[in-house]
């Protein structure tokens, strides 16, 4: 039987057909795009004919388009969800993002045969998880940003369908489906009731602010640093990883398409260099770290961490 040879994906988000455009030039394999009222945190709202003018020219150039339809529902909008896939089906869009179960039974009932990829931020963090998810139909996975390495490697030897991690830009940690920002600023001016507070007091650490937001779909804290493994690809590489994920949340376009150019190289060098130079890295990160925010400090989350639960 003939093995395929390892070729890892490069994972990016788009806020607009532009942008798109920009990142197939600047090498992406996967682009990943959305419209805030069926996805979460997505690059900017897309609307469907934007959609599929980004599907064609990406399967023009050989590349995939999948959408975010991550968002959490409720009842009142299945029928507005079920018309949104249809459309995406109608499309030929490369996949669909999912976190809740019931996009995979609507989509079994209306029986598409839309991809489905599974991403529920945190949830991802066991082979047995992901098994199960992979039995009911989801054909690619994305694991937690809270992994170590070691962990993924392990996870990725026992699973049959690939999976991806982030390797460049800033993580979500908290989601609240409520109005946080709209409530703080409501009641900023009212006293403090000192007789029913509870004070909660933490270890000292490095000051860092978490940017939060608010957007129809609640309030989102994100990490106070943006991940950057530009330097540690040839051992991601080594490990087998299908789909290598940029995040350009916050990010100007100019350094999203950058920081994705400077990832394709690094890949396709440590695909092409069996002997790998570590100072090469180091210079492509110099290269990330030029166009960075000064306010936002890069670090490699927790993939070298201890996991202590």
């Known amino acids: 039987m003939m093995q395929h040879k390892y070729q890892p994906e490069l994972i990016v988000n788009a806020r607009d057909f532009h942008e798109v455009e920009m990142l197939i030039l600047a090498g992406a394999d996967i682009i990943e ?3 805030q009222s069926f996805g979460l945190r997505t690059l900017g709202d897309i609307n469907l004919e934007d959609i599929n003018r980004a599907t064609s020219l990406a399967h023009k150039h050989g590349k995939q388009i999948r959408v975010l339809v991550n968002a ?3 009842n ?7 018309e949104y896939l249809n459309a995406l089906n109608e499309i030929r869009v490369d996949a669909v993002v999912i976190s809740d179960p019931a996009i995979l039974t609507l989509i079994k009932e209306m029986q598409f045969d839309i991809p489905l990829h599974w991403n529920p ?6 082979t047995q998880t992901l098994k199960f998810w992979v039995k009911r ?3 690619r996975v994305s694991v937690s940003n ?3 390495l070691e962990s993924i490697e392990k996870i990725n030897k026992e699973l049959s369908v690939p999976i991806d991690i982030q390797v460049q830009g800033m993580t979500n940690i908290f989601q609240s489906k409520r109005n946080l920002v709209k409530n703080y600023y409501n009641h900023i001016d009212e006293a403090l009731k000192t007789n029913s507070a509870y004070y909660i007091r933490q270890p000292k650490e490095e000051p860092g602010t978490y940017p939060v937001y608010e957007d129809t779909n609640g309030t989102h804290i994100m990490s106070k640093e943006d991940l950057c493994m530009i330097e540690y690809i040839p051992a991601i590489l080594a490990r087998s990883i299908s789909g290598l994920k940029i995040n350009g949340f916050l990010q100007s376009k100019e350094n999203h398409i950058s920081n994705t150019k400077i990832y394709r190289t690094a890949i396709d060098q440590s695909l092409e260099n069996k002997v790998i130079d570590t100072n090469y890295f180091k210079k492509l990160k110099y290269l990330i770290i030029k166009s960075q925010d000064k306010d936002r400090s890069l670090g490699t989350g927790f993939y070298f961490k201890e996991q202590i639960y």
């Open 137 to 139: 139909g989801i054909e």
């Open 146 to 148: 809270e992994l170590s």
């Open 121 to 126: 931020e945190t949830l991802g963090t066991n």
């Open 76 to 82: 009142s909008r299945i029928n507005e969800v079920k």
């Open 72 to 74: 959490i529902f409720n």
């Open 33 to 35: 795009i959305g419209h």
